[in-house]
């Protein structure tokens, strides 16, 4: 079984700042690896995937993320936020093994930009 | 662009009914999930399918039941809606490679 873990319930910072939202995940298993946006009463959007590959993956709205699989972590950055980029934020993981395995969730980070 | 549809944004229902809420996808996949989600609790799984009239439980699956007639439609079924399944509900579908497209959910509120 899979788990993941978001370290920041929120994140406040300053417009044109740059930010870390944290994601470790645990599994016995070679794994997938999302991250999701959420803005107020909608649906969530993929962000970015790791599948395979280059562990930096670059994903919408400027937004990139690391696999480290030593660390077992996919940290979701971004060099300068805007405003707009105000929203919840999602990591979740999949087991590699099977394309039917369920999503895990982390429980969210707030991020909160301040102009 | 892959598609799912959740028919409904907001609904209000009172304890007791029974509540329907409909999941649509265009992606023609096998895949599709019901999460819940609530405040500090992230998303929940509550039932999740395969493939059409198969169902697996998810995590929470307890006061639902699901669904699956045709490969593009996924329903969640509450037998008798009450004030604890108020929640905003998600529908997901697909697979890895697509990302696993989300619906923009439906928020239930049960009085």
């Known amino acids: 079984a899979q788990s993941v873990t978001q370290l920041d319930s929120q994140v406040p910072v300053f417009e044109e700042a740059p930010v870390e939202l944290r994601c470790n995940y645990s599994s016995s298993v070679s794994v997938y690896l999302f991250w999701y946006v959420q803005y107020p009463n909608q649906g969530l959007q993929l962000l970015l995937k790791?599948?395979?590959?280059?562990?930096l993956v670059k994903g919408i709205n400027g937004f990139e993320a690391e696999f480290n699989k030593s660390q077992t972590s996919f940290h979701l950055r971004k060099p300068s936020v805007h405003i707009s980029d105000t929203a919840e934020y999602f990591c979740?993981?999949?087991?590699?093994?099977?394309?039917?395995?369920?999503?895990?969730f982390g429980k969210g980070t707030r991020l909160s930009v301040i102009a | 662009d892959v598609k799912v549809t959740q028919s409904s944004r907001y609904l209000v229902k009172r304890t007791g009914e029974k509540v329907f809420l409909e999941c649509v996808q265009d992606m023609d996949h096998e895949n599709m999930f019901w999460y819940r989600q609530d405040p500090g609790l992230g998303l929940r799984l509550i039932y999740f399918?395969?493939?059409?009239?198969?169902?697996e439980k998810g995590d929470i699956p307890e006061g639902y039941s699901v669904s699956r007639e045709k490969k593009e439609r996924f329903s969640l079924i509450l037998e008798s809606a009450s004030t604890n399944q108020t929640s905003m509900y998600l529908c997901r579908a697909g697979g890895a490679s697509y990302g696993y497209t989300f619906g923009s959910g439906t928020r239930l509120t049960v009085v």
């Open positions: 399918s395969y493939d059409v009239k198969m169902k």
């Open positions: 979740a993981v999949t087991s590699r093994n099977s394309g039917n395995t369920p999503l895990v």
């Open positions: 790791y599948l395979s590959g280059s562990t």
